[in-house]
């Protein structure tokens, strides 16, 4: 079965500072990996997700990833943060059956 | 615009009570499902469906179930409710392909006293 793991559990980083949030995955496979934003009290909005092609994926809202097979992991990035990306950040893995495993989640907190 | 709703957005129920949360779609999506979202887990999968009429379990389906009479509507019922099934729940749908994204409701946060 397939499962992620995001080592930090809370980043703290200043307005205008890069952001990376740490994914690692297990599946045997070929892994479809999604990053999805939560905001307080709201709903998951997909970021990116990578499924083949380019290992480098380009997001919404200034969001990109980085897969890299040898080392199981999906990084996510962002070259100068907003006090707007405030929220809490999963990675997932998707298997053949359409089925999403979430990682524990990175709450990202923004500060002046 | 074709949304994905859910209600009630917050309940709040007894031990032993059933309880059913509504989960509604109009993008005709193939697929939906249920998950449980709690502190330090992310989201866990409680089940799923491919179509009208399939219902699958998930990784922590016991002491809930679903059912797919329309390709629009997932309830989720939860038979007997406990404490430990506190939580906030979230409802999702994709089209069919294993890359399609799945698109996310609103939640429900449900406490069981």
């Known amino acids: 079965a397939q499962s992620v793991t995001q080592p930090d559990i809370h980043i703290t980083v200043s307005e205008g500072a890069s952001l990376e949030l740490r994914c690692n995955y297990s599946y045997g496979a070929t892994p479809y990996l999604f990053w999805y934003v939560q905001s307080p009290g709201q709903g998951l909005q997909l970021l990116l997700k990578y499924f083949s092609g380019d290992t480098l994926v380009q997001g919404i809202k200034g969001f990109e990833a980085e897969f890299k097979r040898s080392q199981s992991s999906f990084n996510l990035r962002k070259p100068s943060v907003h006090w707007s990306d405030a929220a809490e950040y999963f990675c997932a893995v998707g298997d053949d059956d359409y089925k999403l495993s979430f990682g524990a989640g990175t709450t990202v907190t923004v500060r002046a | 615009d074709a949304e994905i709703t859910q209600s009630p957005r917050h309940k709040i129920t007894e031990t032993g009570r059933q309880v059913t949360l509504a989960c509604h779609q109009t993008?005709?999506?193939?697929?939906m499902f249920w998950y449980r979202q709690d502190l330090g887990h992310g989201l866990r999968l409680i089940h799923y469906?491919?179509?009208?009429?399939?219902?699958n379990k998930g990784e922590v389906s016991d002491g809930y179930s679903v059912s797919r009479s329309n390709t629009e509507d997932l309830p989720l019922t939860l038979e007997s409710a406990a404490s430990s099934q506190t939580s906030v729940y979230f409802c999702?749908?994709?089209?069919?392909?294993?890359?399609?994204?799945?698109?996310f409701g609103p939640g429900t946060r449900l406490t069981v006293l």
């Open positions: 469906s491919y179509g009208v009429q399939d219902t």
């Open positions: 993008w005709n999506h193939n697929n």
């Open positions: 999702a749908s994709s089209v069919q392909r294993t890359t399609d994204t799945q698109y």
